[in-house]
């Protein structure tokens, strides 16, 4: 009502001074607030109550409160913030008004807010565009960590409520949770050191051969090498998912063969060997970037540096640690990081090789490969556990953004804002 | 002179071990496909008849033609809309000053690392209310959402190298600002434009996660969901058929990735370069 009335008197007064624009806002604001006048009370309401009557067709539904809740509170927002912008203006314009004592013409007008606001006019409709579909979906999930939205909740049919903190507690103190996600989060952090060092290394290794004056036909080794890069990923991990297929697969039928083993080896099926597996199968898919950037980054280093360390007498492998590597470090570090984050959220690898599996009876809803992130796939969609997986992507999310910002604000890109 | 030869031999026959590393499960997939039996025990390195049948069987017996249509279709329009938005948008905050462009970019970067399966439930939701469900444009309108920001940090940083003395020249020529945009900035742009198309372009034929969460039915499926659940249920029964699929998606995929290796190196490198 006083928003109303406020409006009603900045309606008159834009009116008045004959500015045509703000009008246009004021009356847009204006006419939205009476079309869905029972929209942002409605919309706040079931943000706080996640609905009331439970049940069926005619009862609330939660998830949609919720999210209308959330546009709600966007769009009132947003509205203030144009809100405010007018009213500096209106300012602005009478003041200006005070001074020259000559009142600018809404064509005038126009054209100055025209040139003045273009960045505006244009990134308005990405921003709102943006707001829908990116963070409008990541505050829900944010909110849904706070509620028990599981499996025993599931609207239409049931209500939401508000929880507080209790799933954070729920994942610290109830055991089976707490030893879960520390055992996943152990073999998560694991997994990306390893999967990051070691295709970081062997593809510095590959560059550094491929660089030496010995190598012969530098391009059709570069070339094949190439190839796991190029090959869409999703393809090679369901080709190795069936190439180390322990039962059917020809590389264990391989082993049996020339009488290396006398049984299958499950490769993908047993705890310890399924985790080498998959960090084998990733350097295979990973080394060639690497090695590409690194032969790169070699083929610009300073010949005249190596000439001086040999005058100096350093041998081979000194060369090696006091010249290139330091220079090669040094420029790779941030793709270092972004491979190491990329890593901790490596679904697909972890998906498409072992579902997570072998599934372990200890943990709760994984499986021994399992990382966080497939854990977190599995709680939603298998396990409908949302209030649970919200808990875990915020941890997630936190840690990710903390190195990635980190990270981030060293390169190139960030400083030049 | 023993010494250096011993040294070439053996990072010779490394490189060639390597080589034949990497080619092996490329040729053993090549080779399946055009094997005769169907299934995964049966599918062997050098098959004693080599046979079509996969191909044909494939078009006439599962839905891969429309899964191909599908995935083609949302890639080729990903790349051309993420690439407007990405252009526009990092010209807008390269060279324009307004407040909280950095605070505003920072947010939306750290915000897009949230893991992206519970949101979903939103945007399905969402999609639901705006009968978007079961449609691959839907996929379009997040896929190209999601692109924006880290793209726009690695194209602003790109457009920030270009002089600025350039649009002011044009400027006092009387040239509009969108003219301005499309006669100068876009044409000097073009590497990383290149790198956001071909990337942008990439993604939606592998992407799985969201695809088979918003779209349903057979027909409706893009070539990820498709050739996964070839396999998913029973690994051994469909595999020479997964394998025809495979391959039909992995050449013009790998071959696109060949040719534009180069704009694709340079996108990676300008989004982790250091000072």
């Known amino acids: 009502m006083i928003l109303f009335l406020l409006q009603l008197i900045f309606v008159g007064t834009e009116i008045f001074s004959g500015y045509l624009l703000e009008a246009l806002s004021g009356q847009i604001t204006h006419f939205s607030f009476r079309l869905h006048g029972g929209f942002f009370t409605k919309g706040i309401w079931g943000l706080i109550t996640l609905g009331e009557k439970e049940g069926g067709k005619n009862g609330d539904h939660s998830t949609m409160l919720l999210i209308t809740g959330i546009i709600a509170v966007m769009v009132l927002l947003v509205v203030m913030g144009i809100y405010l912008f007018n009213i500096r203006d ?31 006019v244009i990134l308005i409709p990405i921003v709102i565009y943006i707001m829908f579909i990116v963070i409008m979906p990541i505050i829900f999930a944010i909110l849904t960590a706070f509620t028990n939205y599981n499996t025993n909740h599931l609207p239409p049919g049931n209500l939401i409520s508000w929880v507080g903190f209790s799933n954070f507690k729920k994942l610290f103190q109830i055991p089976i949770w707490s030893s879960t996600f520390f055992s996943v989060l152990r073999w998560t952090v694991v997994w990306a050191v390893l999967a990051t060092f070691t295709t970081y290394f062997f593809g510095m ?91 790169g980054i070699l083929s610009n280093i300073d010949k005249s540096l190596y000439e001086a360390a040999e005058i100096d ?17 040094r420029a790779t570090a941030p793709l270092i990081v972004m491979n190491l984050a990329g890593n901790f959220n490596g679904f697909g690898i972890i998906y498409f090789l072992t579902n997570g599996g072998p599934v372990n009876s200890s943990y709760q809803f994984a499986g021994d490969t399992d990382i966080l992130i497939s854990w977190i796939y599995k709680l939603t969609l298998e396990q409908k556990l949302y209030d649970m997986a919200a808990v875990m992507n915020i941890m997630i999310f936190i840690l990710i953004a903390v190195v990635s910002i980190w990270n981030f604000r060293r390169t190139q890109a960030f400083k030049e804002v | 002179m023993w010494k250096r030869r011993a040294k070439a ?42 046979t079509l049948s996969n191909y044909t069987q494939l078009f006439k017996e599962t839905e891969f033609g429309s899964w191909f249509f599908n995935s083609l279709s949302v890639a080729t329009l990903n790349a051309l809309i993420s690439v407007i938005l990405i252009l526009l948008t990092a010209w807008i905050v390269s060279r324009f000053k307004f407040k909280g462009k950095k605070t505003g970019l920072l947010t939306l970067l750290v915000l897009s690392m949230f893991p992206s399966f519970l949101s979903m439930t939103a945007v399905y939701t969402l999609f639901i209310v705006f009968e978007l469900v079961n449609k691959p444009i839907a996929l379009v309108i997040l896929y190209a959402a999601g692109a924006i920001p880290y ?15 350039l649009d002011e020249a044009a400027y ?16 000097m742009s073009t590497p990383i434009i290149v790198y956001c198309a071909v990337s942008q372009f990439m993604m939606p034929w592998m992407d ?19 050739l996964y659940s070839m396999i998913s ?28 290796q180069k704009f694709l190196v340079q996108g990676i490198v300008a989004g982790a370069s250091k000072e």
């Open chain 2, 233 to 260: 249920n029973d690994q051994n029964a469909n595999f020479t058929l997964f394998a025809a699929g495979a391959v039909l998606v992995a050449v013009p995929i790998t071959i696109m990735y060949l040719l534009f």
């Open chain 2, 172 to 187: 006092i020529d009387g040239s509009s600002k969108l003219n301005t945009f499309v006669r100068i900035i876009v044409p």
């Open chain 2, 9 to 50: 031999i053996l990072i010779n026959a490394e490189l060639i071990l390597v080589s034949i590393i990497v080619l092996i499960p490329v040729i053993w997939i090549v080779m399946s496909s055009f094997n005769k039996g169907q299934n995964l025990s049966t599918a062997s390195f050098i098959p004693k008849e080599l």
């Open chain 2, 208 to 226: 799985y996660i969201i695809p088979n969460l918003l779209l349903t039915g057979n027909k409706n499926k893009t070539v990820a969901v498709g």
């Open chain 1, 313 to 329: 007498g350093g041998g081979g492998f000194k060369i090696f640690r006091f010249i290139t590597l330091p220079l090669v470090l």
């Open chain 1, 90 to 120: 209106a300012y602005k314009t009478g003041k200006l008004l005070d001074e020259t004592g000559h009142c600018p013409t809404t064509k005038e007008y126009f054209k100055n807010t025209y040139s003045k606001f273009f960045a505006y």
């Open chain 1, 205 to 295: 290794f590959q560059a550094i051969l491929l660089n030496s004056k010995y190598t012969k036909c530098k391009t059709l080794y570069r070339g094949i090498m190439i190839l796991p890069w190029a090959i869409p990923q999703l393809i090679s991990l369901l080709v190795f998912r069936n190439f180390l297929n322990g039962q059917f697969g020809p590389v264990s039928k391989f082993l049996m063969d020339i009488g290396l083993t006398d049984h299958r080896i499950a490769f993908l099926a047993d705890p310890f060997i399924a985790k080498i597996t998959i960090l084998v199968v990733n350097l295979w898919l990973g080394f060639p970037m690497f090695m590409i950037m690194i032969q």
């Open chain 2, 151 to 165: 793209n726009v940090w690695l194209v602003k940083g790109y457009i920030d190298g270009i002089p600025s003395s």
